[in-house]
């Protein structure tokens, strides 16, 4: 494999610098309708006089559409138009929908009381940043060789972050100073790049640039597509009851779990303990988090490189063990504003780097005829767990009782790094798949 763009073109299956640049740049893409839409508009509206209701409503209607992201994830698997690569279309789609998203939504140029119309707006745009998000797992599933998958997911998660944190900031003070009409045809061009870069790059060499150029289908993409539901349904669901992906959903939940605890408490501790205001507190982590994103890139990048994304995942765990440790126990040191910054600016790396460390697991567990499908269940069943974490922070007392807390995260973390200690990957196993598996996850069923 060289590192070139190849002769015919941005080719990714030819590069190792255009898949690592080409991820980021979907993933940043990404970012900007999670930052506008999760952070810049609910601010918009509880700064404008919106109720708590309706602040909740916009963020739920932010993360509705990526609850049925499976279903987009199976029809992304089961159809595709292989001649331009078998998720290429896709993304180009998802971006296209993107964009029509929010020029809508300066077409009908909501205001913060409107709160109908933001719904709808928000709907729209984060419909597609779902389908985009499906579209490019399912095709860094495909593209990505395993030694590159743990470099190629902290640039990734690096690139969402900061196409994130920027839309977050950029947006919210858009949105006070210009209006919500010239802030989303802001964004448009932002949008337009990813989407324009989509259609210039091939999948693998010889594939077609549009329907009507010349070209043909990869001999990889013809034998991975599913020609009925009912293999994919059959496939999906014996690569997820395998032992190496039940051990890996467990150490997941698990630290999920407590991460769902951390969420709950970071606002608090900023508030109670170190006395910051709510835009103190916003701008703080903001800024934290959008510097601890690029830093994990390289961290990422050397972390699975050098000892492999599974050893990593530990090695993360039990950093968070001990972070937690420290302040079940040491309350008296990071009461201070700069110790505070300094552990939170901590648990914000290793959030990225968890996120790093994990998603080359998910690409690894799985089956590569059900890529879209299966990655995105994984990645659905690790959002249920943080909702279960924030519930049993109040359960266990909260800030309330600290070191009750911190000893209950501490032991999720613990015992969830001994699930992915005890986890096997199907490369460590020399696992593979024959060619009789192979055909008949494949072959229509006889009727």
């Avoid at 605890?261 to 988090?289: K, N, Q």
Wanted: glycine share 10%; aromatic share 10%.
């Amino acid at each position: 494999m060289t590192d070139t763009a190849g002769r015919n073109g941005l080719v990714l299956s030819e590069s190792r610098r255009l898949r690592l640049f080409s991820f980021f740049l979907f993933y940043f893409g990404q970012g900007l309708p999670y930052g506008l839409t999760t952070t810049a508009l609910p601010v918009w509206v509880a700064a404008n006089g919106g109720t708590s209701a309706q602040v909740a409503s916009v963020l739920a209607m932010a993360y509705l559409p990526w609850s049925w992201k499976f279903i987009v994830a199976a029809l992304i698997d089961r159809y595709a138009y292989l001649p331009m690569g078998r998720r290429r279309l896709w993304l180009i789609l998802a971006q296209v929908l993107m964009s029509a998203g929010f020029v809508i939504a300066a077409l009908l140029a909501p205001g913060p009381k409107d709160i109908h119309i933001l719904l709808i707006v928000t709907f729209l745009v984060m419909a597609g940043g779902a389908t985009q998000d499906v579209a490019v797992d399912a095709l860094a599933v495909d593209i990505l060789p395993e030694q590159e998958q743990g470099t190629a997911s902290a640039f990734m998660f690096g690139g969402q972050a900061v196409g994130g944190a920027l839309a977050a900031a950029g947006g919210a003070a858009s949105l006070q100073y210009l209006g919500s009409a010239t802030t989303f045809l802001l964004f448009i061009p932002f949008l337009l790049i990813p989407t324009i870069y989509a259609v210039v790059l091939r999948e693998r060499p010889g594939e077609k640039r549009f329907p009507w150029s010349p070209g043909t289908t990869a001999a990889e993409n013809r034998d991975r597509v599913a020609e009925n539901w009912a293999a994919i349904i059959k496939v999906t669901f014996k690569s997820l009851i395998k032992g190496p992906s039940l051990l890996f959903l467990t150490g997941q939940s698990l630290s999920r779990t407590a991460g769902g605890l951390a969420i709950a408490m970071w606002p608090l501790l900023g508030t109670r303990f170190i006395g910051l205001d709510e835009s103190g507190y916003g701008s703080l982590v903001s800024t934290i988090d959008l510097v601890m994103a690029i830093v994990a890139i390289g961290i990422g990048s050397f972390l699975t490189a050098r000892i492999g994304p599974r050893r990593g995942a530990i090695i993360v765990l039990l950093l968070f063990a001990a972070l937690y440790g420290f302040i079940a126990l040491g309350k008296d040191l990071w009461t201070t504003f700069a110790i505070f910054a300094c552990i939170y600016a901590v648990s914000s790396v290793l959030t990225v780097l968890m996120s790093v460390c994990t998603n080359p697991l998910r690409m690894q567990l799985c089956d590569k005829r059900v890529s879209a499908t299966q990655f995105t269940i994984y990645n659905s069943m690790a959002n249920l767990p943080v909702s279960l974490g924030a519930t049993l922070f109040a359960i266990v007392g909260g800030v309330d009782q600290l070191a009750q807390t911190m000893l209950c995260a501490i032991s999720l973390m613990v015992v969830g790094s001994i699930a992915y200690a005890l986890l096997k990957m199907p490369s460590e196993r020399g696992e593979t798949l024959t060619m009789e598996e192979f055909e008949e996850g494949l072959a229509p069923r006889v009727q």
